[in-house]
Nanobody, 120 residues
Framework: QVQLEESGGGLVQAGGSLRLSCAASKRVFGLTAMGWYRQAPGKQRELVAIVTTDGSTNYADSVKGRFTASRDNAKDTVYLQMNDLKPEDTAAYYC??????????????WGQGTQVTVSS
């Protein structure tokens, strides 16, 4: 089974930066996208950013201009550079891999989550 190994979370002051990384333990065949979701206490899990296999990116409106997602296709690794962090960014951040089997079945792999806490 493939595991997603996340790192880079921590406690920072507002305006600070963090860089999250997520690496697949082995090659994911049929991978179509890698991305990041976050979930704050009492809130729904929300999409933060995704990177497709062709390098296209998509961001939540709340992080546009502050966060940058990038991907190393050769290593099945995705990064999230987070700048100008705000207290409302505080959440558990989950790496996500979306893949498709040769038969067309789409599935997701989730990381264990890494906590990002931003103090005011």
């Amino acid at each position: 089974q493939v595991q997603l190994e996340e790192s880079g979370g921590g406690l920072v002051q507002a305006g600070g930066s963090l860089r999250l990384s997520c690496a697949a333990s082995k090659r994911v065949f049929g991978l179509t996208a890698m991305g990041w979701y976050r979930q704050a206490p009492g809130k729904q899990r929300e999409l933060v950013a995704i990177v497709t296999t062709d390098g296209s990116t998509n961001y939540a409106d709340s992080v546009k201009g502050r966060f940058t997602a990038s991907r190393d296709n050769a290593k099945d690794t995705v990064y999230l550079q987070m700048n100008d962090l705000k207290p409302e960014d505080t959440a558990a951040y989950y790496c996500n891999v979306r893949a498709r089997t040769p038969f067309g079945r789409q599935y997701d792999i989730w990381g264990q989550g890494t906590q990002v806490t931003v103090s005011s």
